[in-house]
């Protein structure tokens, strides 16, 4: 696409109080987005359903100049653009009504792969909840080694999620609540970078957007439309999981909830979606399987293991402390190896993708078993 073209479609939705099915209908009116923005205020009046107000805001161009430093940045850093009238917009958010006008993506996800599945759930998850995700994500990937994850980068689930993926082989997406000039949360900077690799960051702010509540509710229906089936891991009776599992239930996509005891408050939100009909239940990756009718390859590609002979030195050190002591906390492990926490986390972040060892509560880890 041209330079002028980009602004215009980045400028669409730029513009205050005109939301995504709402520019829609602007373009659908007017043909393109080079003709609405070339549009008299008073024709734009005439278009039902916008008022005066909108069309003072579109006739104006004071967005132009903001989507221009946009496209700026876009073309500097290599970031795809999606507009929802080019072939390559992805099919399943094509099926969505509200789904954005215009997104970003940074990295080599293909959003429109065979298979995408959603996996979210609490930021307070338990380490069941972890191991359960990582369980279900690496027999996935052992059966569809062409499968797609999508998360939102959250603590909790989302990050399990992400990490599951990227230590199986699979490609891995993280759908944000703000810019792409920021990583939220800052201490999972490592993991997104690692996914750049395969998959990448998918946003539909521009690229200063700083991360607000509202902005994660909204980028909510993203993950529920961009995926098969939204998977909740983990939730309590109230949060973003759940308004997660009611968009993509909005979508008719499915969505599917992992059970928990009784009393459990990290379980509440799944028992109820299950209990009310609104979830599925699932127990293990076959019962994902079983729903989505998805068919494992004749051949499914083995998920590599890892090779402790080929470990770091830091690594050897830190595997062997956590195999003597059982358990140990990142500030032990610090003293022990004599490395600041800031360059400890960086290795830890490795072996634990590599599948050596396992984070529980309290900066504390262990070897996998």
Known sequence: MSATQLVHKLALGMIPGVGDITARRLVSYTGSPEALFSESYRNLTKIPGIGETLARAVAGHEYLEAAAREAEFVVKHGIRVFFYQDDDYPVRLRQCEDSPVTFYLRGNADLSAPMILSIVGTRHATQHGRELCQKIVAELAHNFPQLLIVSGLAYGIDIAAHKAAIAAGLPTVAVLGHGLKTIYPSVHAGVAKTMLQNGGHVTDFSSTTLPERNNFIRRNRIIAGISDATLIIESGIRGGALITADIAASYNRDVMAVPGRPGDEWSAGCNA?????????????????????????????????????????????????????????????????????????????????????????????????
């Open 273 to 369: 979606l299950i209990r009310c009909n609104k979830a599925a239940l699932v127990e293990k990756s076959g019962d994902i399987e079983y729903l989505l009718g998805w068919k494992p390859a004749a051949l499914a590609v083995p998920v590599q293991t890892v090779l402790f002979t080929a470990m770091t030195d830091n690594e050897r050190k830190i595997y062997d402390a956590l195999k003597s002591e059982g358990e140990l906390t990142m500030d032990v492990l610090a003293r022990i190896l004599e490395l600041p926490v800031y360059k400890l986390s960086t290795v830890l972040l490795q072996m634990e993708l590599a599948g050596m060892i396992t984070p529980c509560p309290g900066s504390v880890y262990r070897i996998r078993g």
